[in-house]
């Protein structure tokens, strides 16, 4: 079974075409960075206005990539939410017409969701229960998945997430956008023990907050004035407290509620250290640990597609009368 997908949720306007919720024939992904990186961050407006230029050109070079033509897709997958509300309509747009004009089911996919199910796609044969860390730029979530479909979220971020944290440092050091990948690349230089940075809600909870070992980090580096070795330091701090507190509060989770098998996904999923990291720890504690190839981590919508074959085997369909949601829960 032959699923198309589109994503279009913040900066990336991608397409993918996944076999049987496993197989990646096709995954497009073309990048705004450039057009953002002056600003310092995403410009909604102009992200809306570039989906709706880039969108049609990656959809044909998804299927060309595939190899197979639409009136061979059983299906369209499609990122519903959460999101930038223009940029999610534009893809929530295209895969209505699509459905229409092809007859084919329509699947609206949560973000969210989504990122998990790029576990699934570097790691089919997995089973449940299990957790799953969702981490990027707007999140940091953990959730049980009882099965397909079925989700708790057992804690977020309850201000900044930890994508935010990274994104806004490594904006104030002038390292440019996107900040995070930047940040953890001059962490590597740095001494992690050089600058003390408070653990950001280091709790017996399975909550997270980031804001306050953000305005902390800010307040070092304006106090030093731009020097370059502070900055090495203070990334690798800043790394250091953050990936310590979602590898403990995800090990803690996994231990009170006896599951045996980890995903974590999303942006902050590619940072180095927490990779490292959490990989020790479940090598440690006896835990399978599955983190997607970077490519996956980020934005993509060959997760949305896999996503979408799950939802369609369960029986669901999307009516035509759905809208995009900047605010979508994951349930």
Not at 184 to 198: H, I, K, S, Y
Not at 214 to 228: P, S, V, W
Request: hydrophobic share 50%.
């Amino acid at each position: 079974m032959l699923i198309l997908g589109l994503e279009t949720s913040c900066d990336e306007t991608a397409a993918a075409v996944v076999a049987d919720g496993a197989v990646i024939r096709s995954n497009i992904i073309a990048s705004q960075a450039a057009l953002h990186r002056r600003f310092g961050g995403v410009v909604p407006e102009l992200a809306s206005r570039k989906h709706v230029e880039r969108l049609l050109p990656v959809l044909d070079d998804a299927l060309r990539e595939s190899g197979v033509g639409l009136e061979q897709i059983d299906a369209v997958a499609v990122t519903r939410g959460p999101g930038l509300v223009g940029a999610l309509t534009v893809g929530v747009a295209a895969a209505k017409a699509l459905a229409v004009a092809r007859g084919l089911p329509l699947i609206a996919v949560n973000h969210l969701e989504g990122h998990i199910y790029a576990g699934f796609l570097a790691a089919p044969d997995l089973t449940f229960p299990l957790l799953a860390l969702i981490v990027s730029g707007a999140h940091a979530d953990l959730v049980r998945m009882r099965g397909h479909g079925r989700y708790e979220v057992l804690g977020r971020s309850r201000d900044d997430a930890a994508g935010e944290a990274f994104d806004k440092v490594a904006r104030a050091m002038g390292l440019g956008y996107p900040g995070g990948p930047a940040l953890d690349r001059l962490a590597e230089q740095g001494d992690p023990t050089a600058v003390l940075l408070p653990l950001p809600m280091a709790d017996e909870s399975l909550e997270f907050s980031f804001s306050g070992v953000k305005t902390a980090a800010l307040r070092i580096l304006r106090a030093g004035q731009g020097d370059a070795r502070l900055q090495a330091d203070l990334s690798a701090a800043l790394r250091r407290v953050v990936v310590e507190v979602l590898v403990r509060k995800t090990l803690r989770a996994a231990h009170t509620l006896e599951a045996d098998t980890i995903v974590v996904a999303g942006g902050v999923a590619a940072n180095s250290l927490l990779r490292r990291q959490m990989a020790l720890r479940c090598e440690e504690e006896g835990l399978r640990l599955v983190i997607p190839p970077p490519i996956l981590c980020t934005d993509n919508a060959a997760m949305i597609a896999a996503a979408g074959y799950h939802r369609l085997i369960l029986g669901e369909r999307s009516p035509l009368t759905i809208g995009a949601e900047s605010d979508l829960p994951l349930q």
